[in-house]
């Protein structure tokens, strides 16, 4: 017994099609031939006052005009007259789901039809109906016919998979792609949501995610409203079910932004790109990999490891394979052993190249049907493979479908993905249908096959740990985040330090003074060399100005400098408030690296880490995660940046404390999430150590 409320959407026994029509240039003419020729069993009441009967069924002059029970409404009339629909469905207690096709609406961005949309979402909301759309195709159910879209070329096949969209073309391109398949592929559930009055592309996510009859979720996104809800939704989906995003969108964030290194790194889309990694989302990149993907989750469900062996018996192919593999940064070639080296030497014809590089076999064209088996089997049995891609274009000596179906077999084995990339095109149809008539993906190239590899291996990582929560997320604004807030300023440089150290951020030995005096007891208690830095709100960047003095060696350097800074950055900014400065000893030594964050409006404080210094922005080696941080999501983030192999030490240099580096990312994470006035963090120059790290500047803006 199902029981959630887009049931009614999904799952109706009857439903009423307005303006339906006798004409296939209509667009509700299809929803009603769609749900006739796809089998749905339910009642179907066509409505058009200027029709008796439509497609052979009893047609009805308005919703008022039907007595008995209706379920769905499909709407498809111009946008002016929707709304006297709704009127009339106000009248009813039966209406439990509706889906507008008509376009017209808010996505117009005409005041009044904007206002036409929001009526009749209200209307909905009173009366318990679910919404999709309005200017949407609807959904597809291939469990029991309901169709209500007109995308073209879509056959409803029933499948394992579920596709939503922002996009009611490519959503339904993505459905033809998977039907054109060696073995066509279906579906379960598909929907597009149009202007999301009211049921969102994160419901269709969850609905999906909640459905025993769908082992995976593709889906083309433009946008989500709120970011967090996306993450926390999937990330209790990915625990248990591959979920692949193709997002389009590359924009930038506003202007505030440039105020800091970390704002002017982050773009909306890498902070998309960084979210869906932590929640457990495969994004990729256009129509055919996510087609590929699809394809390969459904035939293997899941992978091991990330250990792959290519097999070839065409040399360029194979290289262009496993450069394609390696340059994913997801796979890496089996490591196999010597008794499996010695093996496929034995077995393979004596011109083979085995292993070179380990884990790449070419097993030369001279391989015949026992060759490869024989060859597959060993890589197989190997315990350092976790899959295989197998590559082939046999002669025509040599009958394709002879060798596969000695591969099927041998395949079915062992419980190991093995893909193989036979190639488009006529003479490798007929095998090609085989082996997925079998249960073994084929793919038309092998960069496909070495993208759908690592596409499974991102989505096997995913299943069995939740990913992402978001936190209690309760404020708690720190007494100077608080102040300065009030003050309509952003926090001084030693008022961001201290900040960092309530929050068990270690920021070294530092003072603030306000005169030449000031500064010369302080440098003496401190300790030389020093750093002289001016404290001003309007110095966001210090080294822009000069604002920054340093190896002073004694107290009357120090004091004469302290007038010398001052006069200096006053005569290139005459309206900076000068609050003193703050003085901090001489750091030498350690890999220099950035740490910040930065509020994004999807996703909440963002937080970043990268390789610092004065080229940050234009070394752009930088990764981001969505606050709150867990211990591993800061390792993964360190890891994916050029500055990991720094701190890891290079050219006999001693590696760095990337313990301290993780725990200053999750304290950022939880320092953010209770300060949600802070905009942005900018902590730039970190140095890493041996033994701890060093906070050399620190900049928080407040919004």
Sequence with gaps: MRAHDLDCLFYPDSVAV???????????????????KDGYKGRIYPINPKESEVQGLKCYPALKDIHEKVDLLVIGIGAKFVREVFYQAQERDDIKGAI?????????????????????????????????????????????????????????????????????ALGGTLVVFAGEQPVPMGFNKWAHMGNMSDVTNIEVLRYFGSDDAIDAIAGYMESVRDGRELMETAAQITCKKPVLVLKVGRTELGSRAAQSHTGSLAGSDAIYE??????????????????????????????????????????????????????????????????????????????????????????????????????????????????????????????????????????????????LCLFKGEAMAEARAYLEENGIPTFDTP????????????????????????????????????????????????????????????????????????????????????????????????????AVKLNLQNRTQVEEEYDKLIAHV????????????????MVNGGVEVIAGMVKDPQFGPSIMFGSGGILVELLKDVSFRIAPLREQDAEDMIRETKAYKMLCGMRGDSPKDIGAMVNLLVSLGRLAAENPMIQEIDLNPVKAQEQGINILDARIIIG
Aim: proline share 6%; hydrophobic share 40%; with cysteine.
């Design 18 to 36: 307005v303006g339906a029509s006798n004409h296939p240039s209509k667009a509700s003419y299809h929803v009603i031939h769609n749900m006739l």
């Design 100 to 168: 507008i096709i008509s376009a017209g609406f808010a996505e117009t961005a005409i005041p009044e039809r904007v206002a036409w949309q929001k009526e009749i979402a209200e209307i909905c909301r009173e009366k318990g109906i679910r919404l999709f759309g309005p200017n949407c195709n609807g959904i597809m159910n291939a469990e029991n016919g309901i169709n209500t879209s007109f995308a073209p070329g879509v056959k409803m096949r029933l499948g394992n998979a579920a596709y939503f969209s922002q996009s009611g």
């Design 274 to 419: 960084s979210a869906f990694k932590q929640c457990g989302i495969v994004r990729v990149q256009d129509v055919e990999e996510l087609t590929n993907a699809m394809k390969a989750i459904s035939f293997c469900k899941k992978m091991k490891g990330n250990r792959v062996a290519v097999l070839t018996e065409a040399g360029g192919p194979g290289i262009i394979c496993m450069d394609a593999l390696v340059a994913g940064g997801v796979a890496e070639l089996a490591p196999m052993s010597e008794a499996t080296r010695d093996r496929l030497v034995e077995c393979l014809p004596e011109m083979a190249m085995v292993c070179k590089p380990n884990g790449y076999v070419d097993m030369s064209a001279a391989a015949m049907e026992k060759e490869h088996e024989e060859a597959l089997r060993a890589v197989l049995e190997d315990d350092q493979t976790d899959g295989v891609i197998m590559i082939s274009l046999p002669p025509t000596f040599l009958p394709a479908l002879e060798v596969v179906k000695g591969l099927v077999p041998v395949i079915k084995a062992y419980q190991k993905p093995v893909f």
């Design 447 to 546: 960069n496909q096959a070495a993208q759908a590899m690592g596409d499974l291996i991102r989505a096997s990582r995913n299943l069995g740990e939740v990913r992402f929560t978001r936190g209690s997320e309760a404020e708690n604004p720190h007494p100077l985040v608080k102040q300065a807030h009030e003050e309509g300023r952003n926090l001084l440089e030693p008022e961001a330090m201290n900040l960092l150290r309530d929050y068990g951020i270690p920021v070294g030995k530092f003072g603030w003074a306000k005169s030449r005096a000031e500064a010369g007891k302080l440098a003496d208690e401190i300790g030389y060399p020093l750093v002289m830095k001016i404290v001003s709100p309007q110095i966001i960047h210090k080294s822009d100005y000069g």
């Design 570 to 585: 006053l005569s290139l900014k005459p309206d900076a408030e000068m609050k003193g400065v703050i003085l901090a000893p």
